[in-house]
C-alpha cells in the first residue's frame, strides 16, 4: 500500500503522459516550420487511428456476442474521431504548394500510402487488399497486425453473422466466404437489411448497428474527398511520394464503400 501511495504521489502530468518521450518523436530533415506542421499532422492521424483500432476490435467482438447497444459506443467514438482526422486537413491546407515543394525531397519514396494502421483500419472494415501487406515486410509486427486483420471477418461480416443468428435469411456463400478476399455485394443481404430497415422496431438493435456503421462509411468518404482537394491545392497534378499516381489514385478510392448493401438499400425502401 506504502508503495502505491508513492507511485500516485510523484505521478505528473508529464509521466503520465510520457510526453518527453512523445514531444522527441519529431525528426525533421529539415529547418523549416511546415515540415515540422507535415510531420506532427501525420503522426497525430496515426495516433488517432490506433485509438480506432482499439475501438473498432472492442465494437467486433461486442457484436459478436450479440451485445450490439454496447458497441454503439465504440462506433459513436470511431466516427468522430474520422470527423476530427478530417478537420487535420484544413491545417495542413495552410501549408502551400511553395512551402511544401521547399521539403518535399527529403520525404524520399515515403508515404501515407505506407501506412499499417490505415490499412488496418480498411481491412477492420471489409476493404481487403492484401497487396498492401508487402510495404510493411522491414516491420514484421505490423505485418503481423495487418495480415490478422485481413484474414479475419470484418465488421461488416460480423454485422450479417449478427443479422443471420436473429432470424434473417443470409446466403450461405456469404457466411462462409473466404474472409480475405475483397467483399462482393450480395443479394440476400440487401434483402435482409432492407428488411431491418422496413420494420425497425422489430429489429430495432440491427437498424441501430446498421445506422452506426453508415455513420463510419460517410466519414471515411467524407476524409477521402477532403484528402484529394487538400493534395490537389498543395501539389495539383504531380506523382505521390510513394510513387502513386498522386490525384488521380486518390480519386480512384472515392467510390469505395464498406457497406455496400447499407447503401444500395435506401433506393427500395
Known amino acids: 500500500m506504502k508503495l502505491y501511495r508513492s507511485v500516485m504521489t510523484d505521478m505528473t502530468y508529464a509521466r503520465y503522459l510520457a510526453l518527453d518521450d512523445l514531444l522527441a518523436c519529431q525528426h525533421p530533415q529539415s529547418e523549416l516550420d511546415d515540415e515540422m506542421l507535415f510531420i506532427i499532422i501525420h503522426q497525430t492521424k496515426e495516433l488517432w487511428l490506433k485509438q480506432i483500432i482499439r475501438e473498432m476490435h472492442l465494437a467486433k467482438s461486442q457484436i459478436q456476442a450479440d451485445a450490439l447497444v454496447p458497441a454503439y459506443k465504440a462506433l459513436a467514438r470511431v466516427s468522430r474521431i474520422q470527423a476530427v482526422m478530417t478537420l487535420s486537413w484544413d491545417v495542413l491546407s495552410t501549408m502551400t504548394p511553395s512551402d511544401y515543394t521547399r521539403f518535399r525531397h527529403v520525404l524520399g519514396p515515403s508515404s501515407g500510402f505506407q501506412s499499417d494502421q490505415f490499412r488496418t483500419v480498411e481491412y477492420l472494415l471489409g476493404l481487403k487488399d492484401g497487396g498492401f501487406l508487402k510495404y510493411q515486410e522491414d516491420r514484421p509486427e ?13 465488421i461488416w461480416e460480423d454485422a450479417i453473422a449478427a443479422a ?5 435469411p443470409i446466403s450461405d456463400a456469404v457466411l462462409h466466404r473466404d474472409v480475405s478476399q ?20 422489430r429489429f430495432w438493435e440491427l437498424y441501430q448497428l446498421a445506422e452506426k456503421l453508415v455513420d463510419l462509411d460517410d466519414a471515411m468518404a467524407t476524409w477521402r474527398h477532403k484528402h484529394v482537394l487538400t493534395v490537389q491545392r498543395v501539389i495539383g497534378g504531380k506523382r505521390g511520394t510513394g510513387g502513386t499516381a498522386g490525384v488521380s489514385y486518390l480519386q480512384g478510392t472515392l467510390g469505395k464503400r464498406a457497406f455496400p448493401e447499407l447503401w444500395s438499400l435506401r433506393t427500395e425502401l
Open 164 to 168: 443471420a443468428r436473429a432470424g434473417l
Open 182 to 201: 475483397p467483399y462482393t455485394p450480395d443479394a440476400s443481404v440487401e434483402a435482409a437489411f432492407l428488411k431491418v430497415y422496413r420494420e425497425p422496431e
Open 142 to 154: 505490423a505485418q503481423a497486425a495487418m495480415r490478422n486483420a485481413l484474414q479475419t471477418p470484418s
